[in-house]
């Protein structure tokens, strides 16, 4: 079984940064693609970022200011955000899919993200 923590969320003004980390405990391999997703209050869940090996997706939305990046080793993914917008507030959740599963399986709880004016 799969279980896994988000940290790091919080509140900032525009234009500052904050850092997302997701520990992940379990049987998480390298094979397993690994996103995070937000939901903004009134808003359907979406994909933010994601990372397979060396491959990065980035949403329109968050391209050039989040950077995506995960350590195996020690079961971490991270979600590195700059030039925070009002925009982006909302709950971010870290999720991963198996290879050959046709969506993410297992969800973290998700962490709270407010950026204020």
Known sequence: Q????????????AGGSLKLSCVSSGSVSTLYTMGWFRQAPG???EIVASV???ARYYSDSV????????NDAINMVYLQMNSLEPEDTAV????AKP???PDYVYWGQGT???VSV
């Open 2 to 13: 799969v279980q896994l923590r988000e940290s790091g969320g919080g509140s900032v003004q």
């Open 43 to 45: 808003k359907e869940r």
């Open 52 to 54: 397979y090996g060396g």
């Open 63 to 70: 391209k050039g200011r989040f950077g995506i990046s995960r």
């Open 92 to 95: 971010y959740y870290c999720a």
């Open 99 to 101: 290879r050959g599963a």
């Open 112 to 114: 709270q993200v407010t």
